[in-house]
């Protein structure tokens, strides 16, 4: 168990439609990082949060958005939801913010299995 | 950009076989370097990691070690069980996490 917690483990939605995943990093992690994996894009980042401000962007759509809270849990909301969207979302926490070439390991969540139809 | 590159799987042994899965990367300056497990199901568990040139990292029986010369992190363990069975990530933190596509082992008894 990582101390991370991501809710809900399973979403069935259809095309279209607006879901929000949560996930509360470990206890005093004050980084929070969102990840796709999908058969054929493999592992991709999303986005950083650090502290509850936006600290890096990846390859998040724009349908795609995210906000930490001041109790440093997080949120990803997904919209106009389409097929291709079926992925598993995985949070992961670390303590800081790891630079470049940085040491902060990163803690993943469970995942949420999203699955649109 | 920064990128990683594993050996692509299946890899199949039986118990007790060495196991090395490749892994090459492509970054500037020194990043530092990871091994993430998947066992089926579960999210991803940090296998093992090295932050500089020659370090080695080691958790469980693994071990690799950081090459800069060669730009590699294979991953080694001498003796494999069949709980060993799990996706290998391998992965570089550059400013960001950037994961090589996952490499599958498959452990018979």
């Known amino acids: 168990d990582s101390g991370v917690t991501q809710t809900p483990k399973h979403l069935i939605t259809a095309t279209g439609q607006r879901v929000t995943l949560r996930c509360s990093p470990r206890s005093g992690d004050l980084s929070v990082y969102w990840y796709q994996q999908s058969l054929d894009q493999g592992l991709q980042f999303l986005i950083q949060?650090?502290?509850?401000?936006?600290?890096a962007k990846g390859n998040i759509l724009e349908r795609f958005s995210a906000q930490q809270f001041p109790d440093l849990h997080s949120e990803l909301n997904l919209s106009s939801l389409e097929l291709g969207d079926s992925a598993l979302y995985f949070c992961?926490?670390?303590?800081?913010?790891?630079?470049?070439?940085?040491?902060?390991?990163?803690?993943f969540g469970p995942g949420t299995r999203l699955t649109v139809l | 950009g920064d990128s990683v590159t594993q050996m692509e799987g299946p890899v199949t042994l039986s118990e007790e076989a060495f196991l090395t899965i490749n892994c090459t990367y492509t970054?500037?300056?020194?990043?530092?370097l990871f091994w993430y497990v998947q066992y089926p199901g579960e999210g991803l568990q940090l296998l093992l990691k090295a932050t500089k040139a020659d370090d080695k990292g080691s958790n469980k029986g693994f071990e690799a070690t950081y090459r800069k010369e060669t730009t590699s992190f294979h991953l080694e363990k001498g003796s494999v069980q069949v709980s060993d069975s799990a996706v290998y990530f391998c992965?570089?933190?550059?400013?960001?996490?950037?994961f090589g596509a996952g490499t599958i082992l498959r452990v018979k008894s």
């Open positions: 992961a926490s670390s303590v800081g913010l790891a630079g470049r070439g940085g040491t902060d390991t990163q803690y």
């Open positions: 992965a570089l933190y550059g400013n960001k996490l950037v």
């Open positions: 970054a500037t300056g020194y990043p530092s």
């Open positions: 949060y650090y502290n509850g401000e936006e600290r």
